[in-house]
């Protein structure tokens, strides 16, 4: 099992450009989760998906949109990127609760840079 | 609605010495309870996670933690600190359901001195 794995490791924008952040998971979980970590404010929630066709927005969701592909991919999209978006991007996955694992697992994460 | 306090963005301790990262959480209902480890670079490792039974939850490389209800603390301890412990600490928690949202901890970064 490769686990979580995102797509690209490193990326620099410019304002106003668009991206997508890719995210897939080979375990069968239900749940995958987007965070963004900046310099002391820890890991923020900005979307997630319970299950395949399902999303909802975490706390920090403005300027994102996101598409659960199917059960194993879960995109990030910026439409128009500003550089208050410059972060390290996690992508997570959670296992269903009959496996009583009941932890996340994350993906390396994708640092982006907006000029 | 649930949140989680670390207190203290940055702890240093001696090599050999007690370490001692500080959670304190909110929840209207009983709380699941994580520690997270992440080495400069990398993802996020689970340390340990507190769900029912056992206060006292023992996790990898010698860390453990104890859920006190009473105080709505989940501080994580080792008791000698090696070089190698040294990286950020998040604590999160979450409520017992399918794809309850996870929320983290501002995070705790450990140094070690030699």
């Known amino acids: 099992n490769a686990g979580v794995t995102q797509t690209p490791k490193f990326q620099v924008l410019k304002t106003g450009q668009s991206m997508t952040l890719q995210c897939a998971q080979d375990?069968?979980?239900?749940?995958m989760y987007w965070y963004r970590q900046d310099p002391g404010m820890g890991l923020r929630l900005i979307y997630y998906?319970?299950?395949?066709?399902?999303?909802d927005k975490g706390e920090v969701p403005n300027g994102y949109n996101v598409s659960r592909l199917n059960k194993r991919e879960f995109s990030l999209r910026l439409e128009s990127a500003a550089p208050s978006q410059t972060s390290v991007y996690f992508c997570?996955?959670?296992?269903?609760?009959?496996?009583?694992?009941?932890?996340?697992?994350f993906g390396p994460g994708t640092r982006l840079t907006v000029l | 609605a649930q949140s989680v306090t670390q207190l203290g963005s940055h702890v240093s301790v001696s090599e050999g010495a007690l370490v001692l990262l500080r959670c304190n959480y909110s929840?209207?209902?009983?709380?699941?309870l994580f520690w997270y480890v992440q080495y400069p670079n990398q993802g996020l490792q689970l340390l340990l996670k507190?769900?029912?039974?056992?206060?006292l939850v023992k996790g990898i490389n010698g860390f453990e933690a104890e859920f006190k209800k009473s105080e709505t603390s989940f501080h994580l301890t080792k008791p000698s600190a090696h070089m190698s412990d040294a990286a950020e600490y998040f604590c999160?928690?979450?409520?017992?359901?399918?794809?309850?949202?996870?929320?983290f901890g501002s995070g705790t970064r450990l140094s070690i001195r030699p």
């Open positions: 997570a996955s959670r296992p269903p609760l009959a496996v009583r694992t009941d932890t996340q697992y």
């Open positions: 375990m069968n979980h239900n749940s």
């Open positions: 998906s319970a299950s395949e066709g399902t999303t």
């Open positions: 929840s209207s209902v009983p709380p699941y």
């Open positions: 507190y769900t029912t039974g056992a206060t």
């Open positions: 999160a928690v979450t409520k017992y359901s399918s794809a309850s949202k996870i929320i």
